[in-house]
């Protein structure tokens, strides 16, 4: 199963870039897009509305129980209190990651996924083989992304859907007490709010 950050078969992903450049091109050529406008809009869903302010919501959690309580009652409102709205990020749940339960995200559909707090969906998180084998065999899945979990730790899937989209709440690294809310997003990757990955360590993140 091809992912966009390990040394896998990238098959479907060079084909899948191929064929978006192929048309991005195309337009361009036929004046039906302009490509710094694209830029544009790419740049926004991955650094504004995108996994940045997924991570500014889980550090949050971390740092204020009040908030995190909020957050398990009622994500779409505790999320939407920081200004985190918009496009698939109408109904929300966040699932909080334990040592004894760790959770994992996929769309077995299609690829229903939230924007406002994760930016775009990767290519991965898009294809047959993920959406396939995260439900039949998720700790295999993991074990392709890095992530070995103590044989005690139960895997739960959770199948998004247009109703409900999740967030996964990693669980706070060690040795992270001194951090502020700044430095402790630093930490959280997309992989860890889909649950494919874990946060980061202040060592690894350096």
């Not at 779409?76 to 040592?99: C, D, K, W, Y």
Request: proline share 7%.
């Amino acid at each position: 199963m091809p992912h966009d950050h390990h040394d896998h078969d990238h098959s479907e992903l060079d084909d899948m870039t191929a064929r978006v450049m192929a048309l991005e091109t195309l337009l361009a050529q036929k004046g039906l897009v302009d490509p710094a406008a694209l830029d544009a809009v790419i740049e926004t869903y991955e650094t504004k509305v995108g996994p940045r302010n997924g991570a500014q919501v889980v550090a949050r959690a971390w740092t204020n129980p009040e908030f995190r309580d909020w957050l398990e009652r009622d994500a779409t409102a505790a999320i939407g209190s920081m200004g985190f709205t918009g496009r698939q990020g109408e109904h929300l749940q966040a699932v909080f990651n334990t040592p004894d339960l760790h959770h994992m995200v996929v769309c077995t559909l299609c690829s229903c996924y939230p924007w406002s707090v994760l930016g775009l969906p990767p290519v991965w998180y898009k294809s047959a083989p993920y959406r396939a084998r995260a439900v039949r065999e998720p700790r295999a899945v993991l074990a392709e992304f890095g992530v070995t979990l103590p044989e005690g730790t139960k895997v739960r899937v959770w199948d998004s859907t247009a109703e409900m989209r999740y967030i996964v709440i990693p669980m706070r690294p060690a040795g992270t007490e001194g951090l502020d809310p700044e430095a402790l997003a630093d930490l959280v990757t997309r992989d860890s709010m889909i649950g494919t990955g874990l946060a980061l360590t202040p060592e690894v993140a350096a």
